[in-house]
């Protein structure tokens, strides 16, 4: 019985090792796709195939992450 729980719990960590390592070969680095001072940092993919990622502006020559912002104005 000990051999067979042992076998399952090393077939258990080898398909978490091959797991991490097919996750980490589909997603290579985040790259920008850009302009000059405006960005995309595509991060991966959804199930259609469609690029996911986050919007970037480039500030003294660095690039970051756009935040928003709300602004209160008054009703006229």
Known sequence: MKKVAFAW?????VVAMATFALA????PEPRIVSGN??????EGT????????????????RWSEVGASMTVRPLK
């Open 9 to 13: 719990s090393v077939s258990l960590v």
């Open 37 to 42: 001072d405006i960005g995309f940092r595509v």
């Open 24 to 27: 980490q070969s589909r997603f």
């Open 46 to 61: 959804d199930l259609s195939g469609k690029p996911m990622g986050t919007l970037m502006v480039r500030v003294n020559g």
